[in-house]
């Protein structure tokens, strides 16, 4: 079965910028897309097909996708951004990564 | 507005089954599929699954058949999860999802809020 790999943590500070990875087989060939949640809310899509936004998501959040890795990057990276992050990608299944916490220092 | 307001909150023993409910509104039903996805304590998302609204069939991952059933009623515009025989390990929060159906590999366009089921004697 498909595996998506994501590191557990990233830490940055405010007004930097956030990558996060999402490692898998040749995924350069899939459409990656990446959600943001909160605790105790629902996970926000905000990122769709690698790189699209939907509708209310920050310029600040965009994404790429090439060979084995996908990332999400999240320039000028505010408090309200602290979440967990996780790529997602349909492999004849849903598949998820484990999820990456970003800290905002 | 698309919206997709999932039942309260569950407390169940051991054994004993549960029914989720996720009830949609603001679009057609049949447009776009209905997914669940679970979070267990401490754990990442893990889909669980998915019902297609036009036809009623479900399709159910690796590690959701048996106890694990997806229905609807579209008289109501409302999606089910039902887990029956239930065990400590299936305390989770409970989420229904939207993919559209015409994007086959498509995001989860929207959420449930989540229901948690809580599993303990």
């Known amino acids: 079965s498909y595996v998506l790999t994501q590191p557990p943590s990233v830490s940055v500070a405010p007004g930097q910028t956030a990558r996060i990875t999402c490692g898998g087989n040749n995924i350069g060939s899939k459409s990656v897309h990446w959600y943001q949640h909160k605790p105790g809310q629902a996970p926000v899509l905000v990122v769709y097909d690698d790189s699209d936004r939907p509708s209310g998501i920050p310029e600040r959040f965009s994404g790429s996708n090439s060979g084995n890795t996908a990332t999400l990057t999240i320039s000028r990276v505010e408090a309200g951004d602290e979440a967990d992050y996780y790529c997602?990608?349909?492999?004849?299944?849903?598949?998820f990564g484990g999820g990456t916490k970003l800290t905002v220092l | 507005q698309v919206q997709l307001v999932q039942s309260g909150s569950e407390l169940k023993k051991p054994g004993a089954s549960v029914k989720v409910s996720c009830k949609a509104s603001?679009?057609?039903?049949?447009?776009?599929?209905m997914n669940w996805v679970r979070q267990a304590p401490g754990q990442g998302l893990e889909w669980m699954g998915w019902?297609?609204?036009?036809?009623?069939?479900?399709t159910y991952a690796q590690g959701f058949t048996g106890r694990f059933v997806f229905s609807l009623d579209t008289s109501v515009s409302t999606a089910y999860l039902q887990i029956s025989s239930l065990k400590a390990e299936d305390t989770a929060v409970y989420y229904c999802?939207?993919?559209?159906?015409?994007?086959?590999?498509?995001?989860?366009?929207?959420w449930g809020q989540g229901t948690l089921v809580t599993v303990s004697s």
């Open positions: 997602q990608l349909w492999d004849s299944r849903g598949v």
């Open positions: 019902i297609n609204t036009n036809t009623g069939n479900p």
């Open positions: 603001g679009y057609t039903f049949t447009s776009y599929a």
């Open positions: 999802a939207l993919v559209d159906t015409a994007m086959v590999t498509g995001p989860f366009d929207y």
